[in-house]
């Protein structure tokens, strides 16, 4: 079982950037995939960015160039780095973690918000 705390929303200008991360705890060696989604009022749940345990990266066509994903090696914890932040990016952000213990398992963070206005 697997247990995600994302942490590091907030309210930035437009331009300006935010740091989110999530942290991992529970049956961490058996995931496969973790990354990021967001959803916000009114839309679908969508994926942003995501890292595979082979690193492997991928972004949503909206994000690519201004956020990054990456793990952060000393600690348990996945990080998004988000640049060049547009009102667009406003939503709540949610970590996601994918493992396979026989069958896909799917677990989810609580949700950070972002709120990208001047």
């Known amino acids: 079982q697997v247990q995600l705390v994302e942490s590091g929303g907030g309210l930035v200008q437009p331009g300006g950037s935010l740091r989110l991360s999530c942290a991992a705890s529970?049956?961490?060696?058996?995931?496969?995939?973790m990354g990021w989604y967001r959803q916000a009022p009114g839309k679908q749940r969508e994926l942003v960015a995501e890292?595979?345990?082979?690193?492997?990266?991928n972004y949503a066509d909206s994000v690519k160039g201004r956020f990054t994903i990456y793990r952060d090696g000393a600690k348990n914890t996945v990080i998004l780095q988000m640049n060049s932040l547009k009102p667009e990016d406003t939503a709540v952000y949610y970590c996601?973690?994918?493992?396979?213990?026989?069958?896909?398992?799917?677990?989810w963070g609580q949700g950070t918000q972002v709120t990208v206005s001047s």
């Open positions: 996601n973690g994918v493992l396979y213990a026989g069958v896909k398992m799917t677990y």
């Open positions: 529970g049956s961490i060696f058996s995931l496969y995939a």
């Open positions: 890292i595979t345990s082979g690193g492997s990266t």
